[in-house]
Nanobody, 122 residues
Framework: QVQLVESGVGLVQPGGSLKLSCAVS????????MGWFRQAPGKEREFAAT????????YYGDSVKGRFTISRDNAKNTVYLQMNSLKPEDTAVYYCAASKLLLPRSENYDYWGQGTQVTVSS
């Protein structure tokens, strides 16, 4: 069974930075495209970023493009989300997810983490 565990809970001031991590176990990490999603209270889940198994391709949602960077360390079975220039509207629960498809749609992710809270507030 594939397990995903996020870390990096944080309260950050507007304009600040935070790095989330997601450790994956239970299968060969490089088989999976990894994604980050977020969900704010009362809103639908939103795609943030994705990275292919080799790390060769990355894609971002419009609301985070230019501020967030997704990366992975295949030796450590971990995917990261570096978040810079944070805004109050980035406040959400952030989830990592894994898919066996190369470029999955949001609904095609097979495994999900439990989520970690990010709050951007002064």
């Amino acid at each position: 069974q594939v397990q995903l565990v996020e870390s990096g809970v944080g309260l950050v001031q507007p304009g600040g930075s935070l790095k989330l991590s997601c450790a994956v176990s239970g299968d060969t990490f490089t088989k999976y495209t990894m994604g980050w999603f977020r969900q704010a209270p009362g809103k639908e889940r939103e795609f943030a970023a994705t990275i292919t198994g080799s790390g060769g391709r990355t894609y971002y949602g419009d609301s985070v493009k230019g501020r967030f960077t997704i990366s992975r360390d295949n030796a450590k079975n971990t995917v990261y989300l570096q978040m810079n220039s944070l805004k109050p509207e980035d406040t959400a629960v952030y989830y990592c997810a894994a898919s066996k498809l190369l470029l999955p749609r949001s609904e095609n992710y097979d495994y999900w983490g439990q989520g970690t809270q990010v709050t951007v507030s002064s």
